[in-house]
T-cell receptor, first 113, second 114 residues
Framework: GAVVSQHPSWVICKSGTSVKIECRSL??????MFWYRQFPKKSLMLMAT?????????EQGVEKDKFLINHASLTLSTLTVTSAHPEDSSFYIC?????????FGNGTRLTVT | GDSVTQMEGPVTLSEEAFLTINCTYT??????LFWYVQYPGEGLQLLLK?????DKGSNKGFEATYRKETTSFHLEKGSVQVSDSAVYFC?????????????FGSGTRLSIRP
């Protein structure tokens, strides 16, 4: 069964609103979680690395005020897309690591209208 | 920086055909290499991995050998099935770094005709 749960699996929102995506490790404690973005026909792009209890480390070119990441517990990390715009429409995937191979969530399809 | 290059798709084959998806990498250290598969509507799953040179990863009939001399990790399967239709990602991770982040190739979409 799935060891990393990502929710929601898809969401449609209006431009200017904020959307929160959750990533949970179901049967292990994830000290580190990663957030990726997948553009159509492109690879996964690492957005940020999230360590429990500390600030996320963002990759170059990723706006930290736009993509807020919180890793408040060892089983939950959230990504909030603030003031979403149509260009933020994408597929977002999280992965979690904690003493075992990296496991990925099923992804969230975000569509901003 | 580290990078992964894999063949562009889509790749369309008939059932029972031989499959090769090329992957080459650039890395400063000694990375681990992975193949991930994404079936329609699902998240990424680890297909196989190799952690050092000359290691062969295998799973579900798929194989890939870590070739340091050619910096390659080509994915092969002798006889593909319709159920193998998916997007395949080659990836590397430098486990020497504390973050151990994974760098992905652009993905190759594979379609198998019955």
């Amino acid at each position: 069964g799935a060891v990393v749960s990502q929710h929601p699996s898809w969401v449609i929102c209006k431009s200017g609103t904020s959307v929160k995506i959750e990533c949970r490790s179901l049967d292990f404690q994830a000290t580190t979680m990663f957030w990726y973005r997948q553009f159509p026909k492109k690879s996964l792009m690492l957005m940020a690395t999230s360590n429990e209890g500390s600030k996320a480390t963002y990759e170059q070119g990723v706006e930290k005020d736009k993509f807020l990441i919180n890793h408040a517990s060892l089983t939950l990390s959230t990504l909030t897309v603030t003031s979403a715009h149509p260009e933020d429409s994408s597929f977002y995937i999280c992965s979690a690591m904690g003493g075992r191979p990296l496991h990925f969530g099923n992804g969230t399809r975000l569509t901003v209208t | 920086g580290d990078s992964v290059t894999q063949m562009e798709g889509p790749v369309t084959l008939s059932e029972e055909a031989f499959l090769t998806i090329n992957c080459t990498y650039t890395a400063t250290g000694y990375p681990s290499l992975f193949w991930y598969v994404q079936y329609p509507g699902e998240g990424l799953q680890l297909l196989l991995k190799a952690t050092k040179a000359d290691d062969k990863g295998s799973n579900k009939g798929f194989e890939a050998t870590y070739r340091k001399e050619t910096t390659s990790f080509h994915l092969e399967k002798g006889s593909v099935q319709v159920s193998d239709s998916a997007v395949y990602f080659c990836a590397l991770s430098d486990l020497g770094s504390s973050a151990s982040k994974i760098i992905f190739g652009s993905g190759t979409r594979l379609s198998i005709r019955p």
